[in-house]
Structure formats: C-alpha cells, structure tokens
C-alpha cells in the first residue's frame, strides 16, 4: 500500500501499541491469497496467457476468469501482508482492497481496487489537472489523461496503454449516461446481474493487462 505522510507521519510521533490478533490475521490472510489462491491459479492461467492457440475457447475464458481472482489474490495477498505487519508493529496502513468486483459501476471499481494507488492519482494527476472543473469535456479529458498515467504506471507495454485507455472510456461513458439517465434501482436481483456483467467486462479488459503483447490480446 502507499501510505501518505499525513497518515504515517502522526503515527511515529504516538505511543506504539502494537495490534497482534490483528496483524497476525491480516498476514495469515494475505499468504492465503496470495499462495493459495493467486500462486495456485497461475497453473492454469500461465499456459493459457503464454500459448493462447493452444487452447480452445472455453479454456481461454475460464483462464480470463481465473486471471481476475488470480490478479486480485496477488495484489491483495501482498497488501494484507503489508498491513498486518504494520499493525504488529502498532501501525495503521488503512485498507487497499475494499470487495472491488461487487463494484457497481466502472467509478465504483476504482474506489475499492487498490485504493492506496487509485486515490493518489486522484488526487496528484486527476485533480491537479483540473478534476471535475471547467467542463465536462475537461472532466473527461482528464479522466483519459489520468487512466493512461496508471496504465504506464504498471509498465511501458503497450497493452497497459490501452488497458487504462478502456477503462478510461468504460468511466466516461457512464458517468456520461448517468447524467442523463438515473438506472439506480433497489431490487437485488438486478443488482446481482449489474455487478455479474461489471465483472464480466473487467474480466475482458484484464486481457490486455495480462497478455504480453497486443496480437495475444487480441486472438484471447
């Protein structure tokens, strides 16, 4: 996770009570998600990602499926761990994974996935940029500008380009609609199919953030 100064800073300065359960919880947590869950789905998803002609259809979309719960296990796993540690030693991080894939909404994902790194591009890119000033064609713009920026952020690979780029897209489409149209509705039932097909198209985008080049992408 990063920590900002303005939350570790006071911290060093209090008494240190050290949180054991907790910490020790948090850590336990963490190694399950990332040896158990990420590190054991990377069987089958390495092969699917490294030869994609090799496998039919149905394979290439389980191993999307597996990738998302894979990717999520790895990072969370990791930040748990990161956590728990910091409570064993009386430290406070936060939290980085708030149930990002029962999002409702593309903005909604975004404000549970790693939520350390998402809120400081937020607030040192999309803000200092402009945010939601001056327009929504700027407003827009700078939600491109900001996704493109996390996207380089994981790598120079092109297809991390254009992952950020979707997802940019994906966030201004809809908040675009929802000036317009208010879909908003309490029935669980259409709630569960929202957040099914949400995840469904996170799942697709992952694709071009797993795959090692844009003619693999594309023939997943």
């Known amino acids: 996770p990063i920590v900002r100064a303005k939350k ?40 699917c990602f490294d030869n994609p002609k090799n496998f039919g259809s149905l394979s290439l979309f389980i191993g999307s499926i597996f990738f998302s719960f894979q990717i999520y296990g790895d990072f969370a796993g990791y930040s748990l761990i990161a956590i728990g540690l910091g409570k064993l030693m009386g430290f406070d991080f936060g939290i980085n994974f708030n149930s990002p894939y029962f999002a409702n909404s593309f903005r909604n994902f975004w404000q549970r996935w790693h939520i350390s790194l998402s809120t400081w591009f937020r607030d040192y890119v999309y803000i200092k940029l402009g945010g939601n000033k001056k327009g929504l064609v700027n407003r827009f713009k700078n939600v491109l500008i900001t996704m493109l920026l996390a996207g380089l952020w994981h790598g120079a690979n092109f297809t991390f380009l254009i992952w950020g780029f979707i997802h940019a897209m994906l966030i201004i489409i809809q908040n675009f609609f929802s000036t317009f149209i208010n879909l908003k509705t309490n029935i669980f039932f259409f709630k569960l199919i929202k957040i099914i097909f949400l995840f469904l198209i996170i799942t697709l985008i992952w694709i071009f953030f797993r795959s090692d080049n844009l003619t693999s992408a594309i023939f997943f």
């Open 8 to 47: 570790l800073l006071p911290q060093l300065k209090k008494n240190i009570s050290p949180k054991i359960i907790d910490g020790l919880l948090l850590v336990f947590w963490g190694f399950f998600l990332k040896l158990c869950l990420a590190d054991t789905l990377s069987i089958f998803v390495d092969p």
